[in-house]
């Protein structure tokens, strides 16, 4: 019922640059928060920035500074700008989305199937 698609992800140099971006289709009548998540080899999934409406964003102590979450509702999308990647910065990188649906009563939280981010010389 809803599709949740990233894009954006690849290989970088440590300093270098990436543009996530994450769309989200289907039975959708309302989106709450948009949250990116990571999950590195080994280690648990971590929320990195969410988004909530009214422009009020959250970041994970180690990305403050260097990432930026931003999103554009007319096209339900989510995009995380990253800057001065890190090699721990590597990992998958997941949309998450609190949706919805037409008719319904409540929103649930979707996600999407990940993008992965490599940061590596």
């Known amino acids: 019922q809803v599709q949740l698609v990233e894009s954006g992800g690849g290989l970088v140099q440590p300093g270098g640059s990436l543009r996530l971006s994450c769309a989200a289709s289907?039975?959708?009548?309302?989106?709450?928060?948009m949250d990116w998540y990571r999950q590195a080899p080994g280690k648990e999934r971590e929320l990195v920035a969410t988004s909530i409406p009214g422009d009020r964003t959250g970041y994970a102590d180690s990305v403050k500074g260097r990432f930026t979450i931003d999103r554009d509702n007319a096209k339900r999308a989510v995009y995380l700008q990253m800057n001065s990647l890190k090699p721990e910065d590597t990992a998958v990188y997941y949309c998450?989305?609190?949706?919805?649906?037409?008719?319904?009563?409540?929103?649930?939280?979707?996600w999407g199937l990940g993008t992965q981010v490599t940061v590596s010389s």
């Open positions: 998450n989305a609190d949706v919805k649906l037409v008719g319904g009563y409540k929103f649930f939280r979707y």
């Open positions: 289907g039975n959708i009548f309302s989106i709450n928060a």
